[in-house]
């Protein structure tokens, strides 16, 4: 069973000791959790990088209607209890009167998966403000903006507000409002009838945050184990793998990156700045203060770029082109980590050997980067390692052969000896919290996930899009999925090809939407259970990885409003009602976290004071000196040559494929974050869209010229399969992007009318990923393959 | 009586990102209305690619020495506070009549719903608790710095004077104080 | 160069431009300018006549509390704090021209009653058989003992109301557009030559009217001047004011200026009147009409203009 969870593996689990053994690819590996296997057995077919567009439209077939407001009435909003009054009632100009009464209660932020760990203020009893908390190593202190405007969704007035069930009424199907003890019972009653007709096996989960935990607890209580997050296969996972593949181990989250330490901080494409993760973003502040030296790869003057001294705009595609000449130069020029590189790693030679011919001439003309600059910054680079970070980015489905783009970056950074090193990757320490015990699960007759491991060998965690396809095409009649539980991720917008996810809904008997905003994904679902959001309620302690040990708890600062609940509460519930009680043995989250506190000596009184607290460092951040250490590789060493790989029947070591180019009077379609938004969840928020209402596409003043484009006009987009985009979009006309590519922000254009603030505000880029360019070792869906021209008449 | 203070904000534009949190954090702290705000991320991008250089400004009351808004205003409502060169309005006495906005050349202020004028308060109420503005303590790239340039060993004295700096419209005379580092 | 507010500001009458002034303010400087035309004048005709006389232009004093009053109200519903007006009386602040201009208005208002008063025993026989049945015939008496000093008082109060409703404006240095120190001398002027057509309007007396139409002609032609040496001024002064002229050189104000303010206001008047003096008649009201649908007119492009330009470009 693989849970989204299980992305941290490596150094946590390597120095517990105390974990279980599992056996893959022969060999032996120790993981802490069992939950945390990778991967087993090998699959026979190894598809080539394969294109797929997918534009099927046709839904006269839909058994399941999208629901629109229309169709929900406007009782439900004359119901609504007052939330929140932002703004005009403070009436002086000081915030703060004496007499006022303000409390605090710590959380940490669910905007993004960064978990930093604040505070969130009442004033005379009304929610106020979220500051960062300064013990915590993830936000030391200050909230990102979207942290900060965290209130945004608790004052959403179009939140979910209580259980809907869908209705056939008047020949049209409809949401019915009901109470939780129906929203529940019906959930029982059909996943009962699920596991009767086609075994529980064939539920399927999705799921993105925190509150999802007991929701796992009870899908493996039921029988099931398929549990995918679009934060691996359309996310992070080439990333994972290429770091597993070379070292053994992946990166986490937050990741090992040493920014602060580091002395020369390249950026390929990672957009730091505007990808607002806090640690990252701090410290590269303090990185660039120190006059650390950045080098950015991008081919849009990206926030980070105008801070570096050297930006190479390049050719959008072609990174491993670059890549690879780096690594020619830094070979050929001898300047790599002799020492480094003789202890810790293997198949030197053969990389040698495979980018002889890589020079920086050869990737001139692919890359558009001079050679000079190429050579420069290699030099650059082999001048501060081992404290040069190659940073391995985080959103990295970009073209298909993404694990091979990872590599490349892995292997970079072996060369300098950057892992393991000050200012390089440092070594990652978490917190072991003993879970709250309960019976071993039930083992599952199959998995939909038995198929994903045979198709992508290197999936190290479910891939929620093959999930999807497997829904809509089962490889075998026999073991279909019936039934999807998604929790906490709008899938029509985060799996690419829309079209096919929603035709995917269409052949389940069950699809249950647990959300705290009218989702477009629930306008698709049987029902909808509205949580409350993160600041209304309890979740599970924080332990990610950091420096050293650390927990956060999060905890209520506000009653829930409207009939919203805790997952907590909804899953025990539903447990009851299903006969799984046994698997949540606890009253409720207070005793939970209680016990789980009370065994690494805290208490949750205590962490309600703290909010955070640091544990004692389980050993130093960096290799010693001529320490012996073994990778959790087959070699045991960073596999600079990948044996395991060539058994498989992939390039050993990464090697540069062309890539399809933009078609005449089209433009290759990027995509990316804005500081204010997270994708697709803060679009209809107030504060996030006062600071930024729609999403732009940004055009270079050529082409604009060209096409006769002035700035602030709105266009459509049309895609080469022809798909059109649904909302304009205005144009942001730019020297800060290439002429051969556009760009815009993620998450925007919604289309449920139910989301008034972000209803056809800006345009969606998941919609125009209709060509998908899927990674032959883990299944990632790259998006960056579509490309898109204007349409201005008729907008 | 303590000597009369110069608060001043110091903006280090190599750091800043245009990520805006300090424009949420004046929200939340100072409650502004839905719809309205105290400060702001400027984006100026100058040459043609990809020969580019991009500066943001976190832009709000430059709380200036000359501060015609306060030479405006008929009523007194707009004024300096008395230990400091922080402008203030006193929401008991404004009219509303707009004379200080049409005054101020950085249009820093705005009419609440309720009628009166507000604007930057350099957070004043936290300023005196002997914290920095909320804006200046949530930056995460830390590149905003709060002190007093009357006392020589601040930090945004010392700043000041090891870094080039410039403010915004000079011309204008309005002597701001609220500086950029470039 | 690009340059922008990314995080979307959009604080109301300030984003995307400046709109904190409209119609209320545009209504009042113009009330207030024939206000302080109509006392100059009529006070000049007590002055030149050292004695009350039932002349238009001094008939029309009784006017001036009147339309200084809408044009006051018309500044009160611009307010947005309505309930704290009387804040502007409970203080004097030298350095903010609304101030002075408060305290003028304050004066103008039982000036102008005392000159009516002062007057009216020729100018409005009625109203004064209605003063004196109200026992107010002491305060007629008052003002007739003084009318001499009431009238110069007048007139340098007029003076000052008219060039103070320009100073309102010239005073803000934060825009380019009304900065400059004409803008007062053309308020008087603009007001004088409303003031003038009203007198031309009302006048029953041909050599009067024809007094003012000529009166009004030369004030024209002057606002005239004093419009061009404004504009040559600000093209040929500092960036920002360059910028501010080319909003009518080219610019966003460009037709709205030529056609509406010009052509329309001044120079389609300017011409009725000299072809009226020519002895071409017409409606003997078209072209004060015209003068004073101009004088409105060029306050609301003022009032606009100066909002349009700044020294912040975002
Ligand atoms: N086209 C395109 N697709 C992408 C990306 C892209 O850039 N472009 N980015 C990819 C990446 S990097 C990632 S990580 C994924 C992210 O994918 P998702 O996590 O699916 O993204 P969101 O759109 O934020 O959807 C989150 C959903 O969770 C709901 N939600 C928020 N808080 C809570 C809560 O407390 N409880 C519950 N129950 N629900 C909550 C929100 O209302 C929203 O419906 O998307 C991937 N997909
Ligand atoms: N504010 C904010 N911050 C976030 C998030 C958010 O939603 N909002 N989401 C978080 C999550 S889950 C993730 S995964 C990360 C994602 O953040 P990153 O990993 O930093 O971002 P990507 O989306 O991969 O990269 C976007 C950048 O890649 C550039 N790019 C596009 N094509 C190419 C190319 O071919 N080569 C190169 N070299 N560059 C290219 C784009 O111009 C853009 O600058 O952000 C995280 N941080
Ligand atoms: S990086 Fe920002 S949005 Fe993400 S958890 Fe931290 S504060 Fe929240
Ligand atoms: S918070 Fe700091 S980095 Fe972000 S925009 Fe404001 S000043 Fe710049
Ligand atoms: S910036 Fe504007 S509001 Fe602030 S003190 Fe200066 S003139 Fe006054
Ligand atoms: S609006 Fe208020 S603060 Fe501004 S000038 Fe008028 S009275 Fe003074
Ligand atoms: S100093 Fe305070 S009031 Fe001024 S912009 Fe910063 S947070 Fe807002
Ligand atoms: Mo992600």
Known sequence: MWGNSCQGLGVEALQSGSGNAFKWAGRDLIISRPECAPPFGIGEAFPECTIQ???????????????????????????????FEWGP????????????????????????????????YTKNGRPWKIIGHDEDLHSHGRLCTRGSSGLGLYNDPDRLQRPLIRVEKDGRQTFKEVSWDEALGFIAERLQALKETHGPESLAMFSHGNGAVHWKTLV????????????????????????????????????????????????????????LHNGQVQEMSKALDRGTEVIVVDPRFSVAASKARHWLPIKPATDVALLLAWINVILEEDLYDRDYVARYTVGLDKLKEAVRENTPEWAYPITSIQPEVIRETARLMALHAPATLVHPGRHVTWYGDDTQRSRAIAILNALLGSWGRK?????????????????????????????????????????????????????????????????????????????????????????????????????????????????????????????????????????????????????????????????????D???????????????????????????????????????????????????????QMADAGFDPIPRYTPHAEPPDGFYRLLQGRSPFHTFSRTTNSPIFTELMPENELWINPQVAADWGLKAGQYVKMQNQDGKTSQFPIRTRITERIRPDCVYMVHGFGHSDPRLKRGFGRGADDNEMCTTVKIDPLMGGTGRRSNFVTFITEGV | ???????????????????????????????????????????????????????????????????????????????????????????????????????????????????????????????????????????????????????????????????????LAPEAGTEPNVYYLI | MEEFITTHRMNPDIDPVLTIWRWQVSVYLFLGGLTAGLLILGALSVLQRRKAAPTAAQRLLVWTPVVLGVGLFSLFLDLEHKIHVYRFYTTFRVTSPMSWGSWILLLVMPVSVLLIAGTMRETWPGLYAWAERKGLRGLATFSEKRLMGLARLSVALGVALGIYTGILLSAYGARPFWNTA?????????????????????????????????????????????????????????????????????????????????????????????????GRPQPRFIAPAFVLLGGLIFRFFIVEAGQLTTWIGY
């Open chain 1, 53 to 83: 567009p997918y534009l099927e439209t046709d839904m006269s077939v839909n058994r399941r209607e999208f629901i629109k407001i229309g169709a929900l009435g406007l009782g439900s909003m004359s119901l609504a209890p007052k939330v």
């Open chain 1, 89 to 120: 009632s403070a009436a002086k100009t000081f915030p703060v009167q004496p007499g006022d009464v303000v409390t605090r209660a710590p959380t940490y932020c669910e905007i993004c998966f960064w978990k930093c760990a604040g505070w969130a």
């Open chain 1, 220 to 275: 493996k209580a039921f029988g099931a184990n398929c549990i995918a997050a679009p934060s691996f296969a359309q996310c992070r996972g080439p990333r994972a793998a290429g770091f597993y593949l070379t070292y053994g181990e992946t990166v986490g989250s937050p990741e090992r990156t040493d920014i602060e330490n580091s002395r020369c901080l390249v950026l390929i494409g990672s957009h730091i700045g505007e990808n």
């Open chain 1, 423 to 587: 200012g390089g990757f440092y070594l990652p320490q978490s917190a072991h919290v003993p879970a709250y015990p309960h019976p071993p699960f039930p083992k599952p007759a199959w998995s939909p996930c038995d198929f994903t491991r045979a198709l992508y060998p290197w999936a190290l965690s479910p891939v929620a899009s093959h999930v999807r396809d497997m829904t809509l095409d089962p490889p075998d009649p026999e073991k279909q999925i019936k039934a999807w539980l998604v929790y906490g991720s709008n899938l029509i917008y985060s799996l690419p090809q829309p079209e096919k996810t929603i035709a995917a809904v269409q052949k389940l008997d069950l699809m249950i939407a647990v959300d705290i905003l009218p989702s477009e994904i629930t306008g698709w679902a049987d029902v909808v259970l509205p949580e409350c959001t993160y600041l209304e309620r309890y979740d599970d302690i924080r332990t990610s990885p950091g420096r050293v040990p650390q927990i956060a708890v999060r905890t209520p600062a506000f009653e829930p409003a409207y009939d919203t609940k805790p997952s907590a509460w909804m899953v025990k519930k539903l447990a009851g009602m299903m006969g799984l009680d046994d698997y949540f043995p606890w009253a």
């Open chain 1, 589 to 643: 989250m207070e005793e939970y976290l209680d016990h789980r506190l009370q065994q690494v000596g805290s208490s949750l009184e205590e962490m309600h004071e703290l909010g955070v607290k640091t544990l004692p460092s389980l050993g130093p951040n960096y290799f010693q000196p001529g320490e012996e250490v073994t990778f959790n590789t087959p070699s045991g060493k960073i596999e600079l040559y990948s044996q």
């Open chain 2, 1 to 167: 009586m303590a000597a009369k203070k110069r608060y001043a904000m110091v903006i280090d534009t190599k750091l800043c990102i245009g990520c805006g949190d300090c424009v949420v954090a004046c929200k939340m702290e100072n409650e502004v209305p839905e719809g309205f705000c105290r400060d702001w991320i400027v984006e100026s991008v100058t040459g043609v690619f990809p020969n580019l250089h991009m500066e943001y400004r976190s832009e709000r009351c430059n709380h200036c020495s000359n501060p015609p808004c306060v030479h405006a205003c008929p009523t007194g409502a707009s004024f300096v506070d008395d230990e400091s060169n922080i402008t203030l309005v006193d929401p008991d006495m404004c009219t509303g009549c707009k004379a200080c906005i049409a005054a101020c050349p950085y249009d820093a202020r705005y009419v609440r719903p309720e009628g009166y004028v507000s604007k930057c308060t350099f957070c004043i109420h936290r300023v005196r608790e002997g914290l920095d503005p909320a804006c200046v303590a949530s930056c995460p790239t830390h590149c905003m710095h709060f002190g007093d340039l009357n006392d020589p060993e601040s930090n945004v004295s010392k700043l000041l004077e090891s870094r080039p700096f410039k403010v």
């Open chain 3, 182 to 278: 004409i803008l007062g001398p053309i308020f008087l002027v603009s007001g004088l030559s409303s003031g003038a057509a009203l007198v031309q309007w009302m006048s029953r007396d041909e050599r009067e009217h024809r007094l003012y139409t000529r009166i009004d002609v030369g004030l024209i032609a002057f606002e005239l001047f004093l419009i061009g040496l404004m504009l040559i001024g600000m093209a040929s002064g500092p960036e920002r004011q360059q910028a501010a002229a080319h909003l009518v050189f080219g610019g966003e104000l460009t037709t709205y200026f030529w056609v509406f303010v010009v052509m329309i206001g001044l120079l389609l008047p300017v011409l009725l009147e000299v072809f009226h003096l020519k």
